[in-house]
């Protein structure tokens, strides 16, 4: 590589004095073979850009940096970098009126001058080329205090008193250490270890009566938690032991499923009977079998044996249900 030049140098010594901490003079030195002399000709040359030059300590082991308010000032967005905002944004509309999109309104808006005078209009038109379809989901505006109460946990490591409601209405009260927050189907879910019996459960947010942070306590959070391993066995948000799961879905929607990841373990091949048949390693949940029944007669579970009882009986119902509403 030829040896740089000296505007060539400049630029380089620019880019490592805006790094945070900035850079020793000596090592400026040494990078760029420069002499003590010539490295502050070379600074005094940047100042008179008006450059914020921070110069601290003494001879060749003072550090110089620029201002860090410079370095914000001058940060721009880049066309993806501000689609990527937009669109970021509309995926994360079923939490209006929560600290998280006041949070990211906020941090979007701050950014506003980092966008270019050609993005910014570009930007204008940027909600119309790019939507999020509104899916069914939950409306967190009443659960403001709850959610920044579970957040301030979660960073703090406070433990959590609170009620909770469960799927059937009855309240219970726990004792919490929160581990992570997730988002699933435009819905917000609490992994938490409930203390009572040492186990880690799911908890949807909304179904909190009331939280109370322990702000006086703290509990030592378990490095060895991996909310993916936890996750590995779950069709969805509740994890369970896994079974050897196997259906068989009709020509009609085989091309669906086949173009779809359900599941990191699934695997797909076609029966001696035609159909494809889609197999997977998972827990026998509701979220399962709610899935399995969204198919209709499109669908068949082979195994195991306990699933196949679970969707029969299932589609026995509705179908007594169908035919008293016919006759009825």
């Known amino acids: 590589m030829p040896p740089l030049n000296k505007a060539q140098k400049l630029v380089k010594i620019l880019e490592l004095m805006t790094r945070r901490g900035g850079i020793r003079a000596s090592e400026l030195m040494e990078r760029f073979d420069l002499d003590a002399r010539t490295l502050r000709r070379y600074l005094s040359d940047l100042k008179e850009l008006d450059l914020p030059l921070l110069d601290d300590g003494r001879g060749d082991e003072r550090t110089v940096a620029i201002d860090a308010r410079w370095r914000r000032s001058g940060v721009q967005l880049t066309l993806t970098e501000v689609l990527s905002l937009h669109f970021g944004r509309k995926l994360f509309n079923f939490l209006e009126g929560t600290p998280f999109a006041e949070d990211m309104d906020g941090a ?4 506003a001058p980092a966008i270019t005078r050609t993005h910014a209009d570009i930007a204008k038109e940027l909600d119309k080329k790019f939507l999020a379809v509104p899916e069914s989901h939950k409306d967190y505006r009443e659960h403001a205090d709850v959610i920044d109460d579970v957040i301030t946990s979660l960073v703090y490591n406070n433990p959590l008193e609170a009620r909770y409601r469960k799927i059937n209405g009855a309240p219970s009260r726990y004792r919490l250490h929160p581990f992570t927050l997730a988002t699933f189907r435009q ?12 186990q880690v459960k799911s908890f949807a947010i909304e179904r909190f009566i009331d939280v109370q942070r322990i702000s006086s306590e703290k509990f030592d959070y378990p490095h060895t938690w991996n909310p993916e391993v936890h996750l590995a066995s779950a069709f969805g948000i509740i994890g369970s032991t896994p079974v050897d799961v196997r259906i068989a879905f009709s020509d009609r929607v085989a091309a669906y499923i086949r173009e779809r990841t359900w599941h990191p373990t699934q695997t797909c091949h076609t029966r001696g ?14 979220e399962l ?4 029944l969204s198919f209709g ?14 969707i029969a009986e299932s589609l026995k119902r509705a179908s007594a249900r169908y035919e008293a509403a016919a006759v009825g």
């Open 297 to 310: 007669d499109d669908s068949q579970v082979v195994h195991p044996p306990e699933l196949v009882s679970d």
């Open 187 to 198: 819905g917000l879910y609490l992994f938490a270890l409930d203390t009572a019996v040492n």
């Open 273 to 286: 009977d035609g159909r494809m048949e889609l197999r997977l390693s998972v827990g026998n949940t509701v």
């Open 289 to 292: 079998r709610t899935w399995i």
């Open 108 to 111: 979007i808006e701050r950014l």
